[in-house]
Nanobody, 116 residues
Framework: QVQLRESGGGSVQAGGSLTLSCAASGSMNAMAWYRQSPGEQRELVATITRGGSTNYGDSVRGRFTISRDNAKNTVYLQMNSLKPEDTAVYYC?????????????WGQGTQVTVSS
């Protein structure tokens, strides 16, 4: 069973920065970060392929940067210029693609709180 272990959440003032990390227990294909605020649907924040191609949600493009270290099976999310509306639980997501099927895994979530 693949495990995703997230770290780096916390509280910060608006305009500040945080970096989230997510370590997978095995080699993954695409990895991503999602977030969810109370009463809202889970929202895509950013994705990154094993080769390093990235994609961002409109609300974070230009402020957040996703990266990964394949040797460490770890994905990072550098969050700059944080806004109160970035407050959410952030979830790590990973896909493992085999010949037979694709598997999807989720982390337990880490809270990010941005105060004004």
């Amino acid at each position: 069973q693949v495990q995703l272990r997230e770290s780096g959440g916390g509280s910060v003032q608006a305009g500040g920065s945080l970096t989230l990390s997510c370590a997978a227990s095995g080699s993954m294909n695409a990895m991503a970060w999602y977030r969810q605020s109370p009463g809202e649907q889970r929202e895509l924040v950013a994705t990154i392929t094993r080769g390093g191609s990235t994609n961002y949600g409109d609300s974070v493009r230009g402020r957040f940067t996703i990266s990964r270290d394949n040797a460490k099976n770890t994905v990072y999310l550098q969050m700059n210029s944080l806004k109160p509306e970035d407050t959410a639980v952030y979830y790590c997501n990973a896909r493992l693609e085999t010949i037979m099927r694709a598997y999807e895994f989720w982390g337990q979530g880490t809270q990010v709180t941005v105060s004004s």
